[in-house]
């Protein structure tokens, strides 16, 4: 049974593509605005229509026959400055108003089309444009809140007011009724700034924590197998620690489907190998090959783990890198952990397909109190 919003109320996202789509009795544009925390745009490419329908994350969907304009928010794509996404209408008639036309929203999981929620804002009357819905950043997750007020300066003045150029100078608003201010009276904290994207054009990329970077070069997928190798060093010279690197696939509801460890090394046919403990000699002490190419379409994030069984923590270590390295063994990405913390469990770094088709690789640097990978599938779900 769907559950209907009521105006105020929030819900947590249960899954990682939404489609926004608003229907009235009147022909509408819908307009989609990603916000950073301080509730602006930060260009114009962020006000994403029907002029514009593209965006980092977000894609406007036009009108076609019993289908209606849409915004469609893929939390995974969405850059890590972005901390809002506001989804708003106005009537397509720049004389009209919302009166008498009873909006609604229905929010849909993209992939499925399953309807997640509705809402129905409160009875609109000379507004001519609605601040409809918001999808948000809370923490590592992403929640829905319904909006339902109105916007007297049009989306011209939401566009203003947000700091992207409308396409059509906005009306001065009347004396009398001075615009609203759009943002929601309970804002989600604000996030930190995470690290601009790398690009593997330049040669090798030396992450910082939270920092990602787009496996593309020239403009082309990286082709063949890429190897992502983990290395560390006992804290106290001669002394053994054992740990144990695995690679937990997941899906785009975040669910686990399968997961590469030192118990069963090839997964999906081959697209993820373990290779165990590496030779004496070698600087890596263990890895994991990969062909992204090969993924099952259902696969949307791959997240690289590292535990010790034996409940040994990782202030025992020092030295603790990954790295990936192309099928020429050439060092492309590497990340030195900046730090080590008293758990058994760490949640080094994620690879998620976008969208587009593009994978990125994010440096976490998690730690988790877990001694296999079995206990690492619901922290490691989290931060996709």
């Given at each position: 049974?769907?559950?209907?919003?009521?105006?105020?109320?929030?819900?947590?996202?249960?899954?990682?593509?939404?489609?926004?789509?608003?229907?009235?009795?009147?022909?509408?544009?819908?307009?989609?605005?990603?916000?950073?925390?301080?509730?602006?745009?930060?260009?114009?490419?962020?006000?994403?229509?029907?002029?514009?329908?593209?965006?980092?994350?977000?894609?406007?969907?036009?009108?076609?026959?019993?289908?209606?304009?849409?915004?469609?928010?893929?939390?995974?794509?969405?850059?890590?400055?972005?901390?809002?996404?506001?989804?708003?209408?106005?009537?397509?008639?720049?004389?009209?108003?919302?009166?008498?036309?009873?909006?609604?929203?229905?929010?849909?999981?993209?992939?499925?089309?399953r309807v997640l929620t509705t809402f129905t804002p409160p009875r609109a009357q000379r507004e001519s444009a609605l601040l409809v819905v918001e999808v948000y950043r809370r923490g590592v997750e992403w929640q829905l809140r319904a909006?339902?007020?109105?916007?007297?300066?049009?989306?011209?003045?939401?566009?203003?007011?947000?700091?992207?150029?409308?396409?059509?100078?906005?009306?001065?608003?009347?004396?009398?009724?001075?615009?609203?201010?759009?943002?929601?009276?309970?804002?989600?904290?604000?996030?930190?700034?995470?690290?601009?994207?790398?690009?593997?054009?330049?040669?090798?990329?030396?992450?910082?924590?939270?920092?990602?970077?787009?496996?593309?070069?020239?403009?082309?997928?990286?082709?063949?197998?890429?190897?992502?190798?983990?290395?560390?060093?006992?804290?106290?010279?001669?002394?053994?620690?054992?740990?144990?690197?695995?690679?937990?696939?997941?899906?785009?509801?975040?669910?686990?489907?399968?997961?590469?460890?030192?118990?069963?090394?090839?997964?999906?046919?081959?697209?993820?190998?373990?290779?165990?403990?590496?030779?004496?000699?070698?600087?890596?002490?263990?890895?994991?090959?990969?062909?992204?190419?090969?993924?099952?379409?259902?696969?949307?994030?791959?997240?690289?783990?590292?535990?010790?069984?034996?409940?040994?923590?990782?202030?025992?270590?020092?030295?603790?890198?990954?790295?990936?390295?192309?099928?020429?063994?050439?060092?492309?990405?590497?990340?030195?952990?900046?730090?080590?913390?008293?758990?058994?469990?760490?949640?080094?770094?994620?690879?998620?397909?976008?969208?587009?088709?593009?994978?990125?690789?994010?440096?976490?640097?998690?730690?988790?109190?877990?001694?296999?990978?079995?206990?690492?599938?619901?922290?490691?779900?989290?931060?996709?």
């Amino acid at each position: 049974m769907t559950t209907a919003l009521t105006q105020g109320a929030t819900a947590p996202l249960t899954a990682v593509r939404v489609t926004v789509e608003v229907t009235a009795r009147q022909r509408l544009d819908v307009v989609g605005v990603l916000l950073t925390a301080a509730g602006k745009v930060r260009s114009d490419a962020d006000l994403i229509r029907h002029q514009a329908p593209r965006g980092p994350g977000v894609l406007h969907r036009p009108a076609t026959g019993s289908v209606p304009q849409a915004i469609t928010v893929d939390t995974w794509a969405l850059p890590p400055d972005v901390t809002r996404v506001l989804v708003a209408a106005g009537p397509a008639d720049p004389a009209a108003t919302f009166a008498g036309t009873g909006p609604t929203a229905t929010v849909r999981d993209a992939a499925t089309g399953r309807v997640l929620t509705t809402f129905t804002p409160p009875r609109a009357q000379r507004e001519s444009a609605l601040l409809v819905v918001e999808v948000y950043r809370r923490g590592v997750e992403w929640q829905l809140r319904a909006i339902g007020r109105g916007y007297p300066g049009g989306l011209t003045g939401l566009a203003a007011e947000s700091g992207a150029a409308p396409d059509e100078p906005a009306p001065a608003p009347a004396a009398a009724a001075a615009p609203t201010a759009f943002t929601p009276t309970a804002v989600p904290p604000p996030m930190p700034t995470a690290p601009p994207r790398g690009s593997l054009d330049k040669g090798r990329v030396k992450l910082v924590k939270d920092g990602s970077v787009t496996l593309v070069k020239q403009g082309r997928a990286l082709p063949g197998r890429l190897r992502l190798a983990v290395g560390w060093s006992p804290a106290q010279p001669g002394r053994s620690v054992d740990l144990d690197v695995s690679c937990l696939a997941f899906d785009a509801q975040r669910e686990r489907l399968d997961t590469a460890w030192f118990m069963k090394r090839t997964v999906f046919d081959g697209a993820i190998q373990h290779a165990g403990e590496l030779a004496a000699d070698d600087a890596d002490r263990t890895a994991l090959d990969l062909d992204l190419s090969a993924l099952p379409a259902e696969v949307c994030g791959l997240v690289l783990v590292l535990n010790s069984f034996s409940g040994q923590r990782f202030t025992e270590v020092r030295d603790t890198y990954c790295r990936l390295l192309d099928a020429d063994e050439e060092e492309l990405v590497r990340y030195d952990l900046p730090h080590t913390d008293p758990h058994p469990g760490l949640i080094l770094a994620k690879l998620v397909r976008h969208y587009s088709g593009e994978w990125v690789m994010t440096a976490l640097a998690t730690y988790v109190d877990a001694k296999t990978a079995r206990g690492m599938v619901q922290p490691a779900s989290r931060l996709l």
